[in-house]
């Protein structure tokens, strides 16, 4: 199984991007996928997670900035992140819930 992160970036605060995980070698539609986040010094933390059938939930310091979204199809999930600020910069994970696979990390750094 590999999920392989992209779409890190530089930005500046309120600025937006969008990270893509695409992941192959497994049954991605049974699987919940979720987005984590790890800053420096801080625990990795949960942001977005989406079910097989498109549920999608998301840490209290990112509703209504951020959009997680998959197509099963393509075995891809995304995070589309709007309004960012300084706080979201991290190193950002995807993750197939329930197995030991991780994405590489993409880095987000978002200046003020």
């Known amino acids: 199984v590999q999920l392989q992160a992209s779409g890190g970036g530089l930005v500046q605060a309120g600025g937006s991007l969008r990270l893509s995980c695409a992941a192959s070698?497994?049954?991605?539609?049974?699987?919940?996928m979720d987005w984590y986040r790890q800053a420096p010094g801080k625990q990795r933390e949960l942001v977005a997670a989406?079910?097989?059938?498109?549920?999608?939930n998301y840490a209290d310091s990112v509703k209504g900035r951020f959009t997680i979204s998959r197509d099963n199809a393509k075995n891809t999930m995304w995070l589309q992140m709007s309004g960012l600020k300084p706080e979201d910069t991290a190193v950002y994970y995807c993750?197939?819930?329930?197995?030991?696979?991780w994405g590489q990390g993409t880095q987000v750094t978002v200046s003020s």
């Open positions: 989406i079910s097989s059938s498109g549920s999608t």
């Open positions: 070698g497994t049954t991605f539609n049974i699987y919940v």
């Open positions: 993750h197939q819930r329930g197995t030991s696979f």
